[in-house]
Nanobody, 123 residues
């Protein structure tokens, strides 16, 4: 069982930056791949980024590639999402996701989800 708690969301102007954190409770955090998803009002939840258990592999949605960076600190049981050059279309609730497999996270079917943190980008 893995419990996930996101933080770091807020209101930022376009072009600004935010760093989201997802803290995991559980002894086996380092064996899980971790991902970020987002859901804007009236839209389906979409994949943003994923990182392998070791941090050696990362994948991004085309819409955030070059602007967002996913990273993890297994000693702190935490995964991060550094978001730069934010755009109004990045406005959404951002969710953390955990699963044993990177491939499963990329399908949106990971086992564990956090409650989400709101990110609002003003123009």
């Amino acid at each position: 069982q893995v419990q996930l708690v996101e933080s770091g969301g807020g209101l930022v102007q376009a072009g600004g930056s935010l760093r989201l954190s997802c803290a995991a409770a559980g002894r086996t955090f380092s064996s899980y791949a971790m991902g970020w998803f987002r859901q804007a009002p009236g839209k389906e939840r979409e994949f943003v980024a994923v990182i392998s258990w070791s941090g050696g592999s990362t994948y991004y949605a085309d819409s955030v590639k070059g602007r967002f960076t996913i990273s993890r600190d297994n000693a702190k049981n935490t995964v991060y999402l550094q978001m730069n050059s934010l755009k109004p279309e990045d406005t959404a609730v951002y969710y953390c996701n955990a699963d044993r497999l990177v491939s499963t996270i990329r399908t949106g079917k990971g086992d564990y989800w956090g409650q989400g943190t709101q990110v609002t980008v003003s123009s």
